[in-house]
Every structure is written in structure tokens, then in C-alpha cells.
């Protein structure tokens, strides 16, 4: 972990604010897989995900948002709000709509935004403390095994982000599933 700050689970919300704060990536340990955060609406940020991923084109991340209302401001159907609260919070994602309030990195040119309220104390207080939408992704490489430690990390994200947070193995735990709202009937897409 040559340039990252490895720390242990416990009182480090306010670290990994910090360096979020600051544009920087961090490695944690979610309430599905070990994953990454950043700044959403921060193009560099995002661009430090891309590079860390692997992406050779950009293309959208999960946005975490601190609850439904702020959810919908982020979506041009407010009619979703009732389906929001059928799946929030937890592990399940939300294509919506998008508003014009979220920044093309975010879009991709798709149209919709991924959102999802985490059911997980340390996120949501990553969220207060930060005061931004957060854009998330699994902690791997397309294609590789959803990391469930930082063993299953790969170096080269290890090592490219700036505070990683060693939560030990999660167990019986799997990425979000991801549901489309973008169209006429919803549609799970994972």
C-alpha cells in the first residue's frame, strides 16, 4: 500500500471524510462488497475511479445519497419517491431519471443516475460528514471477483487510493442489485 493511509474500522468515518474532502479515493468496506468513494460531482475525482477501475471511457457510478429527499432532487421523476421508499434504504440501486442537477460524469449520456441509500451506519455517516453525493463502485477490476477482504483487492487499487479502511472478511455479502425505473416497467439489470 505504497502511498495509501491504511487504517482499521472504529472512529474513521472522519478520516475518510477528510480525504474525500480533499478529492481524494478511498477503499472501505460497504454494506455489500469492499468499495470505493469519491466525490460525485467531481470530474478529477471520478477520474481518479476511472483510472483505478481500469475504464478506458468514462461511464457512470453508483451516486450514494443521505436519504430519499435528496434522492429526488437528483431525479427528474418525482413520482419515484414511493419506490425509493420501498428499497431504501439497503442493497438495491435505482436507475432513475435524471435531473439537470447531476453532472454529465454521472450520466454517461444515459439519461438516468444510479442511486442508492446504504443501509450501513459507517456510510451514512461518511454522508453527513462529507455533505456530497458519493459516486461508489466495487472495489475490482471489470470482469474480477467482487472483493469481499482487501486480500481480494488488487494492488493496483490499494495502492492508487489515498486512505483504505480494513473492515476484515465480509461475510455472505454481495454487490446491489441494480433496478432500471427509466422506462415503462421496472427492470432488474443485476
Same mark, same amino acid.
Given at each position: ?18 480525504? =474525500? ?29 476511472? !483510472? ?9 457510478? =453508483? ?5 430519499? !429527499? @435528496? ?5 427528474? @421523476? ?26 454529465? =460524469? ?8 444510479? +442511486?442508492? +441509500? ?7 455517516? =461518511? ?53 432500471? +425505473? ?9
Amino acid at each position: 500500500m505504497a502511498g495509501s493511509l491504511l487504517i482499521h474500522a472504529g472512529g474513521t468515518a472522519e478520516a475518510v471524510s477528510s480525504v =474525500i474532502l480533499q478529492g481524494g479515493v478511498a477503499l472501505y468496506p460497504s454494506d455489500t462488497v469492499y468499495g470505493l468513494l469519491a466525490d460525485g460531482f467531481s470530474e478529477a475525482a471520478c477520474g481518479k475511479l476511472y !483510472e483505478l477501475k481500469g475504464y478506458t471511457a468514462p461511464r457512470p457510478f =453508483i451516486l450514494l445519497v443521505p436519504s430519499v !429527499e @435528496d434522492a429526488l432532487v437528483l431525479t427528474s @421523476d418525482k413520482t419515484l419517491e414511493k419506490e425509493m421508499e420501498r428499497h431504501w434504504p439497503g442493497p438495491v440501486t435505482l436507475v432513475v431519471p435524471a435531473s439537470d442537477e447531476v453532472p454529465d =460524469i454521472m450520466v454517461g449520456g444515459t439519461g438516468g443516475v444510479a +442511486l442508492r +441509500l446504504p443501509d450501513h451506519a459507517f456510510s451514512r455517516e =461518511i454522508l453527513q460528514r462529507t455533505g456530497l453525493f458519493l459516486a461508489s463502485t466495487s472495489a475490482n477490476l471489470m470482469g474480477e471477483p467482487f472483493p469481499l477482504s482487501l486480500e481480494d483487492v488488487p494492488p493496483g487499487i490499494i495502492d492508487g487510493v489515498d486512505i483504505a479502511v480494513d473492515g476484515g472478511t465480509l461475510e455472505n455479502r454481495r454487490p446491489s442489485r441494480i433496478l432500471d +425505473l427509466t422506462g415503462g416497467s421496472p427492470v432488474f439489470l443485476r
